[in-house]
């Protein structure tokens, strides 16, 4: 990339470029904090971003502090992330109704305006990325999924502090953006002060960045970004080996591990509902007084034992088969069905799990005795050593 | 996910818990489908569930489906007398392949696991390069014994049928015992056959082991597969069973693979 492709602005420009996107028919939404966490939310300047706020992370732990930090982008990721902005945690799917004793059925519209975000991390673009592996994917794209998707405009910002619970350098997801964005900035705070450095990724992002007031970035800039990245890179608080991951867990469905991990796993879903790839969802229908009927498409989890049900019974009645279904799902399974792993190394997964189970560590300690318990085998179901609980 | 709303014009008793309902498109032919592919069907105000086609592709005016009265909505669908109109959404999946069946074909079913198969039999005994057709059913008991006058028609028209209850009673002169216990006298050629294998999975499993021990190749066992269904379109996850989205890569699939350490027993 040249030089004229990265310009400079400050957070006068944000807030510029956050009323420019307004005033072009977008909805700008952006981190907020809410309840002690950091969350999307609908934003109307830079004046509610989180400046000067920081994350602490590990397994089972979130905190928030704050500090004089001038930075609006200084965290990693929160509990809630840009999945429902695109696939809604509940949506209609149609109604029907008697009239004249006929039926009608109807869809509703995609509803709201489109959507511009504000800081997302480049995670959570490839988190994106692979739900449209998933849900708009052609022939059979669901079109609500797909018209969100085009529509939202798209600003990420490379991640300078990455969490105690972040592995996106394992997972080839960051700390920089490299692509699926309208904008992409990189937050600077030195002695030149602080601003953004910002790359249009798009026609249309090109278009409203040559409306604002920019400057060219200097050498010395573009350096500063290099060296955040790679301060970036070192801090990772995890990290996971993918070598022939999707192999490591096929041939180890009936690893003792499982067993360890399901004596501690409480089966809550908290994994799922914090994951920005799980796309699970219920097909529901329910019926009012009128008897007009709904049917609703609700997030769900594959932690729920109604999850599997099958005329009377679950398929995967125990907790270690339902986190094995869960782990192997993000890590191997994913591949075969949609060409991609189903991970990002965003690790909301281990910091929102309440007894701290990390999957990171969990595959590493079925690597270490990879092999021993592959499909084949009669070792299953004896627990090895002690779980990890409370006495 | 809009359901084409279908009316149901004939409803007939298989067994005691068992209808098969004749559904016709509100103002329309029947969507094309390929043996061995499902609909979600709707019970309005219920529900709705993934319910093989039991009839034969072609052009008729209706879409059979048959339904055992399980939950909700399969009771809804059982108790639906002609002129309701149900949800219609489909077809999903894949089917057991028939345009490329030749040689000998085994056709093994149990319990209702036949009516995703009855359409495939008939096209295998129109088939001109199929030269043998084995059909092997089991049934709980005799009253359990779907498609009687199906069974009949195959039979004249060259199809092997052996037919054998779980359970007799007085009236049986039939055989007593499971599928496989069928399987062994059947004449076909190993090197020369396929198979299409519909049932519990247990049963499922012991048949395709018989089939295999004789020296028919995995690759040319087809089983059909079921897990929770909710949307046929690969989104809602319901239906994963290891690598396989089952509305998707199913619900026939071949039975190398993957798939047989990961039938129910290793899930649980």
Not at chain 1, 38 to 49: E, K, T
Not at chain 1, 92 to 99: C, D, G, H, M
Not at chain 2, 66 to 80: E, I, Q
């Amino acid at each position: 990339m040249g030089h004229d492709d990265v310009v400079v602005i400050d957070d006068v420009g944000l807030d510029g470029l956050i009323g420019a996107l307004r005033e072009a028919g977008f909805e700008p939404a952006g981190p907020v904090v809410r309840d002690g966490a950091i969350v999307p939310g609908a934003i109307r300047g830079v004046g509610d971003l989180p400046r000067g706020w920081h994350d602490r992370q590990a397994p089972g732990h979130y905190r928030l502090v704050h500090s004089d930090d001038r930075r609006y982008f200084a965290w990693a990721v929160g509990p809630a992330s840009w999945k429902a902005a695109v696939f809604p945690p509940v949506q209609e799917v149609w109604r029907a109704w008697e009239r004249d004793g006929a039926l009608v059925v109807s869809e509703p519209p995609v509803a709201g305006a489109p959507m511009a975000v504000i800081g997302a991390r480049p995670c959570e673009l490839a988190a994106l990325a692979v739900l449209d592996g998933v849900l708009g994917r052609p022939p059979v794209a669901d079109p609500g999924y797909e018209t969100r998707r085009e529509r939202a405009f798209l600003v990420v910002v490379d991640c300078a502090e990455p969490g105690g619970s972040c592995f996106c350098t394992s997972m080839g997801t960051g700390p920089a953006a490299a692509d699926g964005f309208d904008l992409a900035l990189t937050e600077l705070d030195d002695e030149a002060g602080h601003r953004f450095l910002v790359r249009a990724g798009t026609d249309r992002g090109a278009r409203v960045l040559s409306a604002l007031a920019t400057r060219p970035a200097t050498d010395a800039e573009l350096g500063a970004r290099e060296d955040l990245l790679e301060r970036a890179r070192a801090a990772m608080g995890r990290s996971l080996d993918t070598d022939d991951l999707p192999g490591l867990l096929a041939r180890n469905l009936e690893h003792p591990r499982w067993d360890e991990v399901a004596a501690r796993c409480l089966a809550c879903g908290n994994c799922t509902s914090v994951c920005p790839t799980c796309f699970c969802s219920d097909v529901r229908d329910t019926t009012d007084v009128t008897g007009e009927v709904r049917r609703t498409r609700t997030w769900a989890s594959c932690f729920d034992l109604d999850h599997s049900y099958l005329h009377g019974n679950a398929v995967r009645s125990s907790t270690r088969a339902r986190y094995r279904q869960w782990m192997t799902h993000k890590l191997s399974t994913w591949w075969d069905q949609f060409g991609m792993s189903g991970c990002v190394g965003c690790g909301r997964c281990i910091t929102w799990c309440p007894v701290g189970i990390d999957l990171t560590e969990e595959a590493a300690a079925i690597r270490a005795s990879d092999g021993t318990f592959g499909p084949g085998s009669t070792a299953a179901g004896a627990p090895t050593g002690s779980a990890r609980v409370a006495p | 996910m809009r359901p084409v709303l279908h009316r149901v014009v004939d409803r007939r008793r298989e067994s005691d818990d068992v209808v098969t309902l004749a559904l016709e498109p509100q103002g329309g032919r029947p969507w094309p489908f390929r043996a061995g592919q499902f609909h979600m069907l709707s019970a309005f105000g219920v529900g709705e569930a993934a319910i093989s086609v039991s009839s034969p592709p072609g052009d008729a005016p209706v879409v059979e489906h048959t339904v055992r009265d399980v939950g909700p909505v399969t009771h809804a669908m059982c108790t639906a007398p002609p002129g309701t109109l149900v949800g219609v959404r489909g077809p999903f999946g894949t089917d057991w392949g028939i345009e490329g069946a030749a040689g000998d074909v085994v056709v093994a079913a149990g319990g209702i696991g036949l009516a995703p198969l009855r359409g495939a039999i008939h096209q295998l005994l129109a088939s001109p390069r199929v030269e043998r057709v084995f059909v092997v059913v089991g049934a709980r008991s005799p009253a359990q014994v779907m498609f009687g006058e199906d069974l009949e028609v195959w039979a004249t028209r060259g199809a092997r049928v052996a037919v054998t209850v779980d359970v007799a009673d007085r009236g049986w002169r039939g055989h007593v015992g499971l599928v496989t216990s069928l399987l062994g006298p059947l004449e076909y050629d190993p090197a020369r056959t396929s198979a299409l294998v519909c049932g519990p999975e247990i049963m499922m499993r012991f048949t395709a082991r018989a089939l295999l021990d004789r020296g028919v190749e995995p690759s040319r066992i087809r089983i059909s597969l079921e897990r929770n269904m909710q949307c046929g379109l690969g989104w809602c996850g319901h239906c994963q069973l290891g690598p396989l989205l089952l509305c998707r890569d199913g619900p026939v699939v071949t039975y190398d693979g993957a798939v047989p350490g990961l039938l129910l027993e290793r899930e649980r």
